[in-house]
């Protein structure tokens, strides 16, 4: 999340989740090469893990005690709140991911996946680090490295006949992805960003481009 400088999450520890976050890179780059199914295949079970653990780390005062000895500091504070029973990015980012590839065809996924790692992370060290002027609840400096991150990212993912309109639509998105990041609604960004933009991207094709088919590129790939 970008956002004007807060004092009880460390910069470094910010720097840290960002770097983890950013291995979230190959879910989008190992899914161009492989199927639904198979991606679904990988991404459930571990997706299933992860969520227990999480719940576990809330619900049962040992596992939370042992997890928070040596991952609370990756923590954000919303997430160490006991009271508040929130499950941490991982999991969330995961969920993603399923609900994605379940929902969105293949080049829509890996846009909106990949503008999640990237946009996402380029908004919270900018934000964080040079944030001033606010912008929703967020800063402006943050959201805009939000969406110009976003655009290299819509220049590199695959297309379905690389048009010129189709970089323009995925430019749209990446606005809508940078507004719903700002706003930091009550879902988390990780699931927010994705399905944002994912839904978005698909409307603007059906309108757009009704043409092209954009599951097209699932049979080749």
Not at 28 to 40: D, G
Not at 47 to 73: E, S
Not at 133 to 139: I, M, T
Not at 168 to 191: F, Q, Y
Request: glycine share 6%; aromatic share 12%; hydrophobic share 50%.
């Amino acid at each position: 999340m970008s956002g004007l400088p807060n004092v009880e999450d460390n910069y470094l520890a910010e720097v840290a989740r960002k770097g983890i976050h950013l291995l979230s890179l190959s879910i989008p780059i190992v899914y161009f090469f492989i199927s639904r199914s198979t991606a679904l295949t990988i991404l459930v079970p571990l997706t299933l893990v992860f969520f227990v653990t999480d719940l576990a780390r809330l619900y049962h005062p040992a596992v939370r005690t042992l997890y928070g000895k040596y991952f609370d500091w990756l923590l954000r504070t919303h997430e160490r709140n006991e009271q508040a029973k929130r499950l941490n990015g991982a999991t969330y980012v995961l969920l993603s991911a399923c609900l994605c590839v379940l929902l969105f065809p293949k080049l829509i996924v890996i846009t909106a996946f990949s503008l999640l790692i990237i946009s996402d992370t380029s908004a919270a060290l900018i934000g964080r680090k040079f944030g001033k002027r606010p912008f929703l609840r967020k800063s402006l400096e943050g959201t805009t490295a939000f969406f110009l991150s976003g655009l290299i990212v819509v220049a590199f993912t695959p297309k379905v006949e690389y048009l010129p309109l189709e970089y323009i639509l995925g430019g749209v998105a990446t606005l809508i992805g940078a507004a719903v990041e700002a706003m930091s609604i009550a879902i988390d960004d990780n699931l927010s960003i994705p399905l944002s933009v994912g839904v978005v991207l698909w409307v603007l094709y059906g309108i757009f481009l009704p043409g092209l088919n954009v599951y097209a590129f699932d049979v080749i790939h």
